[in-house]
Every structure is written in structure tokens, then in C-alpha cells.
């Protein structure tokens, strides 16, 4: 086990503890030297994390001490990491500022060198961006799929046919090269898929599909497994 990793580990282990935990209860559970737990200790400690106790007794996290971040592992760190890495490649220039106070809210609050997870670059999504839509706002979307606000759009299609809807917006797919709006459209009374970079306008229409959001993803779901290649569902067991 990598150091970094231990030190989440003792950290996550005092945190749950009621009582004193000794460095060989610390090393059976970790399954490292009784020795290299000492030197762990003896480094948080420098690190002006809040262990009391001493060899032969135990020790403890004294109250007060609260690291939210450190409830994830050194390889969910990394998840987070590269998460935020995925969302850099949307055209969401929101989500995109988001990521990044993310991660820096994350790394503020750890001490070295558990920081180096999140710091430490190592981990990349490649490929290309998406470009910012300019008909509308990833926020404005996303604010009114929570809000369940239905949406007026003007729309071009794939043959270039302009129309005018009003969508019930109920998800946000994000593509390589573009994202597309799942809403229910009231001019065909049907689920459609708008692609981000074919809205010519967008804007908040002050109307409400409330509690009706659930009810229409879930159908669309069940549409998109009902439809999904045999060869591509998963097999019951």
C-alpha cells in the first residue's frame, strides 16, 4: 500500500473508532509493519493533524477534526480527478468552473502529501472539446430540468427545417462532439433528443411541469432498453 494511501487509511480508521486504536491494530488492518505505522503517525501528526496518544495505549482523532474530503480513498480521489478532467471536454463552460473549484476545494483541505492525488496532474481525459453552443446555456438547461420549467426553443433540424416547441427538458446528454436536450416535446406529444448546437434560441417560459419529470424519464429510459440490440442488453440471471 502506497504511503498516501496508509494515510487516508489511519485517518478513515481513528475517525470511526470510539476508543484508543493501537498501531498494531492499525498494521493488522492496513497489513503493514507495526514500524511504518509509528513513522504514518508521527507524520500526520507533523502535518498538524489532531492524533493523541502514544505507544503501547493507543491513539485518537480528538474531536473537533473534520476533513470531509478525507472520506475518499486515494482511488476515489482519483475518480473525482478524472471526472473532472471528462468535464473539461464538454462545451458546459459552467460545469467546467465548477470542476475546477472541485478540485481545488478537495486539495485545499488536505495536507501534504495527501494532496498529491489531487494535485499531482497524472491523470488526463483525451481528446477534443465540444464547442460552446451559441443558441443556448448548458446553465439555463440544467437549471430548468431541476426547476421541471418548460422551455421555449427555437429549433433547427438535420435538413435545416426551423420550428418553434415548447419542451419539457428532463435530461442532458453529453457527447464528444456535442450534447443533446431529452425533453418532451408538446408538438409531437412524444420524447425527443435536441441536439445543443441546432438551438437557435432558448428561454424559460415561467410555465411548470412539476412531478412530471420522474414519471417522463423513467419512460424514456425504459424506450431506450426496449430498444437497445438484444446482442447489447444485459443477460438476466
Sequence with gaps: MRKASRLFEII????VS???????????QLEVTVRS???DIAALQAMRVPIAGERGIGYILR???DLPPLMFSVEETEAIVLGMALIERTGDRDLQKASERVVAKIAAAMPEPLRQAMTSRALHAWGGSAPAPEGAEFKSIRTAIRDEEKLSIGYRDEA?????RTVWPLALIYYAGAAVVVAWCELRQAIRNFRMDRLESCSPTGDYFLKQGDRLRAAWIAGWRINQPASDRPVST
Design 12 to 15: 478513515q480508521i481513528l475517525r
Design 18 to 28: 470510539r476508543a484508543p486504536v493501537t498501531a498494531a491494530d492499525i498494521a493488522a
Design 37 to 39: 505505522i509509528y513513522r
Design 63 to 65: 474531536p473537533g477534526f
Design 160 to 164: 435545416g427545417v426551423r420550428t418553434s
